[in-house]
């Protein structure tokens, strides 16, 4: 049974950063894309970024490229979403998931495996 914990979510003023993270267990994820997500209130859940696992190609949504890194530590099964320069806009619950496949369409297609997210919000 695929798990995954975020954490590292909280308040933060407008041009701070912070450093989610995804703990990943039940398996092993070779093969595997994990990915980040957020839900602003009233709005549909919208990708953020993605990375596979094995070979760690990486995949961001426009809204936050060069704003956002995402990175794989395989030794620890975790996942990180490091936020620079937020913005009030970037409030919202960022979720971690993940699904089997490693290329492009994998990462940015429908996902298998969902935490139960972290909430973000950047004040003005």
């Known amino acids: 049974q695929v798990q995954l914990v975020e954490s590292g979510g909280g308040l933060v003023q407008a041009g701070g950063s912070l450093r989610l993270s995804c703990a990943a267990s039940?398996?092993?994820?070779?093969?595997?894309?994990l990915g980040w997500f957020r839900q602003a209130a009233g709005k549909e859940r919208e990708f953020v970024a993605a990375?596979?696992?094995?070979?760690?190609?990486?995949y961001y949504a426009d809204s936050v490229k060069g704003r956002f890194t995402i990175s794989r530590d395989r030794a620890k099964n975790t996942v990180y979403l490091q936020m620079s320069s937020l913005k009030p806009e970037d409030t919202a619950v960022y979720y971690c998931?993940?699904?089997?496949?490693?290329?492009?369409?994998?990462?940015?297609?429908?996902?298998?495996?969902w935490g139960q997210g972290t909430q973000v919000t950047v004040s003005s």
């Open positions: 998931a993940a699904r089997l496949g490693a290329g492009a369409g994998a990462a940015l297609g429908k996902y298998d495996y």
């Open positions: 039940g398996r092993t994820f070779s093969g595997y894309a």
């Open positions: 990375i596979s696992w094995s070979v760690g190609s990486i």
